[in-house]
């Protein structure tokens, strides 16, 4: 039974040139931004402050917020990119996270290259990694460019390549953040079913987004922070009601209790 737990996780950046006046507005106009010192005195920007949460089997979390609250630094510490600097976390189960584009991937080599190298890391077969190659090739649509170094691909293509090697197989616990349904529309209206595939056979599944509707479709609880904290935990109804203004949670409830 798969298993996600935080215990009180806290995550600060060192300002080493915390001096720099331009610096320093860049920061204050950040919205998850809190000045803090570390254990060493320096200055530090306490980006997430004693998250806690614990979700098991079927659980699907929806994380809400403004830019800058904290949603994708919390998502990039679920998936180990970052290391609390506080706290503990226990994750039980295979884990997929769909965070940013091109990430883990070798912007040197090409796309076909780029599979081969995730089938490695996943420890498959040789039998398993064509399988791989042949999944995303055929997903990803890019055709004769899979020949091609990463580094030339656009934006697009690369969130392409990314999207069908990260989703090619079903995980345990799926770490997801908005990013994955923007694209353009014909690309994208593929991905989100498979995603929906994905949401539907994970049993755990962590999502950030903006949109309330997609968060009441997949999410059964969301978590709402704001300035790295914790603001409200809880059904995703209730939670919508306190954070979005009035009139927008109005026309969401109609349209929820729309047949």
């Known amino acids: 039974m798969a298993n996600l737990t935080a215990s009180n996780v806290s995550i600060g950046f060192p300002l080493y040139h915390s001096d720099s006046r331009s610096l320093k507005k860049t920061i204050l106009g950040q919205a998850s931004a809190r000045f803090g010192r570390d254990n060493n005195n320096r200055p530090v920007v306490q980006a997430l402050h004693d ?3 614990s979700l098991n089997s079927g659980d699907r979390l929806g994380l809400i917020g403004s830019n800058g609250s904290g949603k994708t630094t919390l ?5 180990g990119i970052y290391q609390p600097t506080g706290g503990t976390l226990s994750a039980k189960g295979r884990m997929t996270a769909l965070l940013d584009p ?7 080599l090409t796309g076909r290259e780029n599979i081969r190298l995730r089938g490695l890391y996943l420890g498959l077969s040789v039998s398993q990694t064509q399988e791989l190659v042949k999944d995303v090739e055929d997903f990803s649509e890019l055709g004769h460019f899979l020949d091609l170094p990463v580094r030339n691909y656009s934006s697009g293509m690369t969130i392409r390549l990314a999207f069908a090697m990260a989703t090619a197989f079903p995980p345990e616990i799926l770490l997801m953040d908005e990013w ?4 353009d529309a014909v690309f994208m209206e593929k991905a989100k079913k498979r995603v929906e ?12 987004s903006h949109s309330p509707s997609i968060l009441l479709e997949w999410c059964n609880r969301l978590l709402w922070i704001e300035n790295g904290q914790i603001r409200g935990d809880g059904a995703p109804m209730r ?4 954070y979005l203004p009035s009139s927008a949670f109005k026309e969401l409830a109609k349209a929820e209790a729309a047949p």
């Open 197 to 208: 595939g994905m949401v539907r056979h994970a049993d755990i599944l962590v999502l950030a």
């Open 239 to 242: 939670i919508l009601e306190h």
């Open 51 to 53: 998250i806690s949460f």
């Open 102 to 108: 091109g990430q883990g991937m070798n912007h040197q």
């Open 75 to 79: 998502l990039r510490v679920l998936s």
């Open 180 to 183: 994955i349904l923007a694209g």
